[in-house]
């Protein structure tokens, strides 16, 4: 059984009155209940837990952590980043949501700004699939709809990813790639861009599809971390003349 | 013209005698000269000068940097690192030449380990053209024969490249993808194998065409960076029902 | 000098007034006219001409051909369909416009239906930059506008581009992969999607120099065709015991 | 369970006394039997039957087919190859042994020549795996040998893959990309080298291994097949003036 832990920065929905109506045990909260009914082994941690909720126990007992962040990013310690993205080389699936693009990890996981345009204007998002064979797109018809989300815009600033999965088209007139799929060393990486904490975005049953499709498809294979370092010829090499 | 910056730790040319025979000028100069020699407008920078050579107004007049580094890449310190990383986000290219896979400059723009497995044992190498419609594969036949060279083996722990170009034949029974290209941002990066310090293979005439041709592949358009952050509308977006 | 030929069915303006009030002198005229005064060689060539203006002579004198067919995809001859297809893969860069995506040599490099929805209502598009590195998007801002185009939409069955440019917004509430490039043989390709028979999109200076950029990036480089077939080894093959 | 249909052209089985010792019931035969054993619903068919043994019956039943093909790939009907064609781009996957690479429905698939170098000598081939994290290479170590094989060697003449999964290395001196997976419509594709006729490379446990991942990473997945065509605006369309 796949084990997720769901990872929270838990502030707005401890801090602003309107955004607890929408998730009043936080969206870790929302997000655990429903990747658990879905037959998944879920447990939550949060930034204000000693080590963020992340020690070395939980992340090794960890197929996927799913990622939740936007105000705080820059009050996740560097020595946590550094022993999460150990684990994203060694093969821990990691599903970023959101403004998790900002996140450190994520940051560090793509090399590049991450840097995109926004507006938060109460409007329509519709999530074409662009890639209908993606296991991630399993069980979702040709779109989703959104009646409010937060617009991110194009340009976003990632490398080419391995698959575009969904592009999002907003109202106000931008375009989005809003799920993409990466590879980095042994781990599976998802990128889902619908979850602004004002909208009750996560109780939508065809994002919480993408959402458990997601981490499924970024659960590790049972297998051996690659060996690097020095290494003996498998053939004979012959000796140089005049070497 | 375009304006290439090449930068070297050289250490080994300095401190061990049978790397000096090989390169008495340092791996810089003899980089440099077949780059100036092809019309390029080349510069050189080291370690151990002042900002690792590479000040601000260095790196603002540099379309391309050229990098090998092998023992000291800790000595290269973060604040030189990020202002490299800056400037291949906004669009200057990157050619990482051998060791520097392991550059912290390197790793940064990839998020992975980027190792690999290795052996310094004096082998033939025979790099295989792969995509041969690259323009970094221009003028080059089929393969380039190396009489000696380290080799690099895979599992390389990099992201899935943009293009693999070439993909090296190695006398003791290994492979590697030995000559790679990325985008990040709107910079250009290529990763070329070979140019072990104590064999002369920045001296062969198809290596330094692969090298010119990276250059020039990587050079940045004239172009305005991406604009990322707040952006108003550019559709009407109608007002929600009972929100 | 990069020699272009501007291939055009030449059916809509012939046969209806209305497409005639807009390309006079036929779609294939004013591409060549706004390629010509961008300095390339350009010529023109037609489904009725013998041939259909795609003689093997013409051919071999053509360095990137530019398509533009709609209704009479089924006339075109299997035997030029074969030509033109050796042709891109001898390194002959070819740019698709528009409904050519149903054209027999699209199919034939894509091997999928190529299929897509359509919706032809007057409805506004905006073709966002989603790669502002690439040479295809040199001198664009961040989007085009087009007051009126075909709708075409998502999901649109082709492999995955080598590299997505852009993607269309659509009033309507669609959105598509506009611009994407492949490279098949030693040829590479360019899709665009704008350009509908009643609309004036080719009179747009915007998305004439994306076709220019389109035709330059598809230039082929001076270089040898690959070889295939049996080959000698390059390296002493051991005799194997009991074999 | 995954419902495989093993296709053969069986003709060096019954034509050349060397091979039919090595396959004495056909290589199809070699082939289901693995993957019947690995708990797959496994069927074989064969050139000379009616219609191939691809009836619509057949291909309408078969979740993953297996194509082995040589010397009488002139021998398909095209009707038959366009069946099949059709049915990959609604979901069936193909998994394409060795000198299938030439075989109408690759090539049809691919829109390439599909060329490359090759060299019957009786000489080793290792096969190192360059993407540890994809599902085919599970179970698999850091390489495989092989005794003898046929050299197949770069440049292999395909579009670029969606993951390179394997690369040959062959004692005489050349590379080849030997393991690669495409998706073409709803349709998973690997193709894989390993095979040829003469030597017992299918009863190698390791190259059944990757055979079976192949089928089982192929396999559909239960979804609608994409709607395409003519299609009502989901959004109001303003009128535009003096249009």
Chains 1, 2, 3, 4 share one sequence.
């Not at 020690?55 to 996927?64: A, F, K």
């Not at 498809?217 to 690659?226: E, H, I, L, S, V």
């Amino acid at each position: 059984m796949t084990r997720v832990t769901v990872w929270n920065e838990y502030r707005h929905e401890r801090q602003e009155e309107r955004i607890r109506e929408v998730y009043p045990q936080g969206i870790h909260a929302q997000l655990a209940s429903f990747l658990s009914e879905a037959g998944l082994d879920t447990a939550t941690a949060t930034l204000d837990e000693p080590e963020h909720g992340l020690t070395e126990e939980v992340l090794n007992n960890t197929d996927v952590l799913v990622w939740w962040g936007h105000v705080a990013h820059q009050e996740v310690s560097d020595e946590i980043v550094n022993r999460v993205h150990q684990r994203v080389l060694q093969g821990m699936g990691l599903v970023v949501l959101h403004s998790g693009h900002m996140s450190k990890i994520f940051m560090k996981l793509m090399g590049t700004s991450c840097d995109l345009k926004w507006r938060e204007a109460g409007e329509k998002e519709r999530l074409w699939v662009m890639d209908p064979s993606h296991p991630i797109a399993e069980g979702i018809g040709e779109y989703i709809d959104l009646e409010q989300e937060e617009m991110y815009g194009a340009h976003f600033d990632v490398p080419a990813p391995e698959s575009l999965i969904f592009v999002g088209w907003f109202e106000g007139g931008n375009v989005f790639p809003s799920g993409s799929t990466y590879r980095r060393g042994s781990g599976k990486i998802f990128y889902f861009q619908p979850g602004h904490e004002s909208y009750p975005t996560y109780y939508n049953k065809e994002i919480q599809q993408v959402i458990i499709n997601g981490v499924n498809w970024c659960a590790p294979a049972k297998r051996d971390y690659p060996v690097y370092g020095h290494s003996e010829a498998l053939e004979p090499i012959r000796e140089k003349v005049g070497v």
